[in-house]
């Protein structure tokens, strides 16, 4: 075979790794950019207690891998409930994402809640007082949707800033 064939075939095998090796890039950065929405619209829904669409970002059965003890249901219904919860002990309810990012099949996501705690939380009456917290939140998606969560976040501080004993 002669030398500028070898150089010909090279160069063309060359290009169609990197190609492949673009769109490969292309379609991560899509998912992580469609995931990174998604996120947004369920923090969305901590603020505004509007639950419309959320079974487009969550899966049905999604596993919750930090329960809260005071949320029975599972899956998507336990995403409800602790949005609900959530809403009604703090509906002024601010989040602030300081920082989102992918790996894979996971988003990671540094927040930051805070809010006025004016209805009932758990078995307690409002307190009137302010919390400010920040977490951490873990989730893995298939197929476009949410199917697994961690979530750390101060609890101690929680606690403390609403004048509670640890329970």
């Not at 059965?61 to 005071?70: I, Q």
């Amino acid at each position: 075979m002669n030398l500028y064939l070898k150089a010909a075939i090279f160069f063309v095998f060359t290009f169609i790794v990197s190609c492949s090796d673009v769109n490969d890039t292309k379609q991560r950065e899509r998912i992580s950019t469609e995931n990174k929405n998604k996120l947004s619209q369920i923090y969305r829904m901590f603020e505004t207690g509007d639950l419309t669409d959320i079974e487009n970002y969550v899966h049905n059965s999604m596993v919750e891998n930090t329960p809260d003890p005071n949320i029975l249901p599972t899956g998507i219904e336990g995403v409800k409930e602790l949005i609900r919860t959530n809403y009604i002990a703090f509906p002024d309810m601010k989040v602030r994402v300081y920082n989102m990012s992918a790996e894979g099949d996971r988003m990671y996501v540094h927040f930051n809640f805070s809010g006025t705690n004016t209805g009932p939380i758990r078995n307690n009456g409002p307190t009137m007082k302010s919390i400010n917290i920040d977490g951490v939140d873990i989730f893995r998606f298939k197929n476009g949707k949410i199917v697994e969560h961690w979530g750390y976040w101060d609890t101690l501080k929680f606690i403390n800033q609403l004048g509670q004993d640890e329970e």
